[in-house]
């Protein structure tokens, strides 16, 4: 028992002798770095780095400054005592010192730790998912630090951060290449100056925004390298964030298992380093994971965990992210009434999410306004003090008249330009109507809905109800169709699909239509204006099958011959187009067909600012004895 409290009281000395220790060696540091005073990030770091994450030597560190007048060093602790804040998800906190911090670095007249301010204020507002007024003071970083002819060291880290920060704040409004773009500029920074940290953030980041496109093998791959950095330089903090990211995408394609296995090496790690917002996304995923494996008790209680920490420190997206698993996995228990309940407050939290957004940039613009019209004032007045300095009066009258004579040039042109845009929108408003009307037209509709009726006057109820609903579908397709500049191609099958089936009725199911697509054609990313294939069926079918007898068959065919270009064909078996126009010069009323060139019109309208033209290409098939077979069609639509 002696040896024992001998031991005690040993450990307890050698305890309070490092303690001594550390806060002589905190001392020494302050007495240093106040006799040097660096003013560089780098500098005033190679002092303070053992109590940068040590909040309340940070509050001593700032007390001292401020009494010592070293703005640099009380800028510097600031921007760390803010990033502590956030850390712990304090975020108004967080930015009520970074302001702060960013005044005393304007006070000190450092471009630096402006910089750096602005940046930190970026990723406040984001946390917040103040998302334009993050981007706002991101941009305001970025344009400081370019305006620095020969960047130092910490300049250039700054820029590779605000471009990573723009990044995050594009990939949160969904513009997902224009996020990339900036993520790989950031990279070839921290390349440059070999910073392992910033290329795994910007790994890591990419993974995000390839995982968003649905690009899900190159997304694993930038996580994968975002990890074996993130091993290497020994950041617990990254290493958990990619192993969450991999575990995120494992449940999403079908392997809860496997991500399973992933958050719960993940969760003591995370609730070691004590960061509330990724500890409430290690649960929420771990509830997803344990929901999809069905084990719905331990997937409720996680669930809720997550929530709870979401509720506690406000974290806004991620209270959105528990309502809607809770809500899946309420539906997987079948407990539909608090499934629909769980959806309608995550529903509530995105709007809300999306007004603060928007409410908060307005806030920003008005306050910017009010800035800039003091700003100008100011100019103005100054301006008009030179003015009335000035000795030569001729010249002020020969800038008047420059002036005013640019200024009713540059009239005229936004007039005629202004004439320009206007005619061609009603142009192209009348074009909208055409097609409508074109589609729409009462004769279509008459002898549809007159075939319809064959089918109920003939008692055959599941015909009737079966075309009927097809042509209520075709005539909404047409409608918003009409709205459109631009549809899928896999919607304008569709819509053609209806619109030959209603048609066939009238052929008493005759005519044989078939589409083939090539494979690998993603008909989902070409777009074409809509109903631009109506005219052409409809030509097939009633001026080259209507009059033939025998099997009556359309083809459409879609290929891709090259990368610029998609081609579509329609090939018809009928009379071929010189029978059709001797049958056409015989009718006593002739009608004219303005379908094609419509179409013609609406083409060269869609393909403004592409590099290529379409082609429209009419071909007369003949058999082996030169007689007329058929019509093939042949459309070119360019895709970029």
């Not at 420059?402 to 061609?424: D, E, G, H, N, P």
């Amino acid at each position: 028992m002696r040896k024992f409290l001998l031991f005690f009281a040993l450990l307890n000395i050698l305890t309070v002798a490092k303690g001594q220790n550390k806060e002589l060696h905190f001392k020494t540091q302050i007495d240093s770095i106040l006799r040097v005073r660096p003013i560089t990030y780098k500098g005033i770091n190679s002092f303070l780095r053992p109590f940068r994450r040590d909040t309340i030597k940070l509050k001593m560190l700032s007390q001292k400054f401020e009494e010592a007048n070293y703005l640099d060093g009380k800028t510097y602790v600031q921007n760390l005592l803010g990033i502590q804040y956030r850390y712990y998800s304090l975020n108004e906190k967080a930015i009520q010192i970074h302001k702060d911090a960013l005044e005393t670095a304007k006070i000190a007249n450092s471009i630096e730790f402006r910089v750096f301010s602005l940046n930190m204020l970026g990723v406040d507002y984001r946390k917040k998912d103040a998302n334009r007024t993050a981007l706002d003071y991101n941009q305001e970083a970025l344009k400081l630090a370019e305006s620095v002819e020969n960047p130092n060291l910490g300049l250039r880290r700054s820029i590779a951060v605000s471009l990573n920060s723009m990044g995050n704040i594009y990939l949160l409004l969904k513009q997902y290449d224009l996020a990339i773009e900036r993520f790989k500029s950031s990279q070839e920074i921290e390349k440059s100056i070999d910073n392992k940290l910033g290329l795994a953030i910007n790994y890591q980041n990419i993974g995000y925004a390839k995982d968003a496109q649905g690009k899900t093998s190159e997304a694993l791959e930038y996580f994968n390298k975002s990890l074996a950095i993130n091993s290497t330089i020994n950041n617990t903090y990254g290493t958990i964030i990619c192993k969450s990211s991999i575990a995120n995408i494992y449940i999403k394609h079908g392997n809860p298992k496997k991500a399973l296995e992933i958050i719960k090496s993940n969760l003591e790690p995370a609730k070691k380093l004590n960061n509330k917002e990724y500890l409430a996304y290690e649960y929420l995923n771990l509830g997803w994971a344990q929901s999809k494996l069905e084990r719905f008790d331990l997937s409720e209680k996680n669930l809720f965990k997550g929530l709870e920490i979401a509720n506690k420190y406000d974290i806004i997206s991620a209270k959105s992210y528990a309502y809607n698993h809770l809500s899946e996995l309420y539906e997987a228990k079948k407990d539909y009434k608090k499934s629909l309940e769980y959806y309608k407050r995550s529903d509530q939290f995105k709007s809300k999410i999306s007004n603060e957004r928007t409410i908060q940039y307005v806030n920003d613009l008005i306050i910017k306004y009010d800035s800039e019209r003091q700003n100008n004032q100011i100019k103005s007045l100054a301006k008009q003090n030179e003015i009335n300095q000035l000795e030569f009066v001729k010249n002020r009258t020969i800038w008047i008249i420059i002036s005013v004579t640019l200024i009713l040039l540059f009239a005229i042109l936004y007039f005629l330009y202004r004439q320009r845009l206007l005619q061609k929108e009603k142009r192209i408003l009348t074009l909208e109507q055409d097609v409508l009307r074109i589609q729409m037209n009462p004769h279509f509709i008459f002898n549809a809905l007159n075939s319809i009726k064959h089918y109920i006057t003939s008692n055959e109820q599941k015909n009737a109800i079966h075309y009927l609903n097809k042509f209520s579908k075709l005539v909404r397709r047409i409608l918003e169709s009409s709205k459109l500049k631009e549809v899928s191609l896999t919607e304008e099958l569709e819509t053609m699909d209806l619109y030959m089936n209603i048609e066939n009725i009238r052929f008493s199911n005759e005519i044989i239509y078939q589409i083939n697509v090539e494979e690998n054609i993603n008909l989902n990313n070409i777009k074409v204006p809509p109903l631009v294939l109506q005219p052409f069926l409809e030509n097939a079918l009633w001026h080259g099958l209507s009059s033939k007898k025998g099997e009556k068959k359309i083809i459409l065919s879609v290929t891709k011959p090259s990368n610029d270009f998609i081609e579509i064909n329609i090939v018809d078996n009928g009379i071929g187009r010189k029978a059709s126009a001797k049958i056409k010069a015989k009718k006593v009323i002739h009608k004219k067909s303005i379908g094609i060139e419509l179409t013609k019109e609406r083409l060269q309208n869609f393909i403004i600012g592409f590099q290529n033209q379409f082609n429209l290409i009419f071909d007369d098939l003949v058999d082996e004895n030169q007689n007329p077979s058929g019509t093939k069609v042949t459309l070119k639509i360019p895709l970029h």
